[in-house]
């Protein structure tokens, strides 16, 4: 497979003395902020010390100096729920939905989910890297440090293994931290209409341990919906998953309350996602599983749905809410995590820290990977992003441009600008 010419490699170039800038409010690990001017030092790819400038050890004034030209620095965004391989588009469903068609009619009609399992089955592994290192590369020049792909296009182990194995060799050539989960219980393949306990079977029996003994998978994920799979098919699966030692997550209650949150939550899971029909049993379970509600409103957009997740009751109960974009070819086709910030706010009601910890902190907490990612501290590697903006807001506020921001991922430069 062939490796992008802007592919991440070499030294730790970003190792030195970081110097003229101003930090993010709730940008540190504890949630706190330095109201004055900030330096940074980069060891080694890792944060060896950050703090307000004139607080600088005299140690650390020789080192190799980047002038951070005053910008806001916060840490690197984490993309926590993609489908961001796959093959084909899906256009014409976005016109059949505007005729009125509704996300059940149009799978029913042999749109949907197995649209694209046709289209993803025909490419190889050369072809599908090339599309999605495209819809990559517009999401790290956004700041993208972390990012998590599904499979699910597939529906048989060759092509859930080619995905997963394309999730795997994106994360290498782009020096981006990529968390695989395996969706085979995504949608009931054509050589398997009318028999779903058949499917969920093979899932579990078959396809789920061949590819965990390969190292591809790092989750497991299920479609739990009138038009995927049943509740007590989801447990198959997760009790399958469990046994492997490997955590789970849930696309839950997006088209109707099918309980699946609550689910979801005794098995422990990472997240939930979509959530638009999430009932006060499933915010009590989560709650107390510690699970993150990750929100989508870019497919919420797509499919004109009006029936808005519970934000406030879930503000109440102090669930982290992440935000992601989603991104797959029927219904988000998005590129963009700060248009997402943006839907966050506008169609769900978020604030804009709540979006900022959204894109960052609790979607790292969504991955698993809140110990490494979504914050600043000494420690830690250095994911981070200098933002060319006055205002924190302006990140949730604008949409349709992307600031021309300095990238920092892994400790190397990724990003900066011309």
């Not at 993803?120 to 890297?129: H, I, K, N, S």
């Not at 296009?153 to 092509?159: A, D, I, P, R, T």
């Not at 499919?303 to 109960?317: E, F, G, K, N």
Request: hydrophobic share 45%; aromatic share 6%; glycine share 10%.
């Amino acid at each position: 497979m062939q490796t992008p010419s802007n592919s991440i490699a070499g030294s730790w170039d970003a190792d030195g003395l970081w110097l003229n800038m101003r930090l993010m409010p709730g940008a540190l690990v504890d949630g706190g902020s330095i109201a004055t001017e900030v330096s940074m030092v980069v060891q080694r790819g890792l944060i060896a010390w950050l703090g307000a400038s004139h607080e600088l050890p005299q140690s650390c004034a020789d080192l190799p100096r980047h002038d951070g030209g005053g910008a806001l620095l916060g840490p690197a965004l984490v993309d926590c729920h993609t489908h961001l391989v796959y093959g084909g588009q899906r256009a014409s469903e976005f016109a059949m939905r505007l005729a009125g068609a509704s996300y059940e009619e149009v799978a029913r009609a042999g749109g949907g989910i197995v649209s694209s399992v046709r289209a993803t089955r025909e490419a190889d592994e050369q072809t599908l890297f090339e599309l999605a290192a495209k819809r990559l590369e517009a999401l790290l020049a956004e700041g993208v440090c972390a990012i998590e792909i599904k499979s699910g296009y597939g529906l048989s182990l060759e092509h859930e293994r080619k995905q997963l194995r394309v999730a795997r060799q994106l994360g290498k050539a782009y020096g981006v931290t990529v968390r695989t989960t395996f969706l085979g219980a995504h949608a009931l393949p054509p050589e398997y209409a009318g028999r779903s306990q058949d499917y969920i079977e093979l899932v579990c029996k078959q396809m789920l341990p061949a590819l965990h003994s390969e190292g591809l998978v790092d989750a497991v994920d299920v479609f739990c919906e009138r038009i995927g799979f049943s509740l007590a098919e989801t447990e198959q699966v997760f009790q399958a998953a469990q046994a492997l030692g490997l955590r789970v997550k849930l696309h839950a209650e997006q088209l109707s309350d099918m309980g699946g949150s609550a689910l979801a939550a005794r098995f422990g899971a990472l997240s939930c996602d979509h959530l638009e029909h999430l009932s006060s049993p499933g915010i009590a379970a989560m709650k107390a599983a510690g699970t993150v509600a990750v929100l989508l409103p870019g497919a919420y957009y797509a499919l004109r749905d009006t029936h808005v997740p519970p934000i406030q009751a879930l503000r109440d109960a102090g669930i982290p809410m992440a935000v992601s974009t989603d991104h797959n070819p029927g219904t988000s086709p998005t590129l963009s995590l700060l248009l997402m910030a943006n839907m966050a706010c506008t169609l769900f009601g978020l604030t804009v820290p709540e979006a900022l910890d959204g894109i960052t902190r609790h979607a790292a907490r969504a991955l698993g990977l809140q110990d490494t990612h979504g914050s600043l501290g000494v420690g830690r590697p250095a994911n981070f992003v200098l933002w060319p903006l006055r205002d924190p807001a302006e990140l949730a506020y604008w949409f349709g441009q992307r600031p021309a921001c300095t990238v920092v991922r892994q400790g190397r430069i990724a990003v900066q600008p011309a």
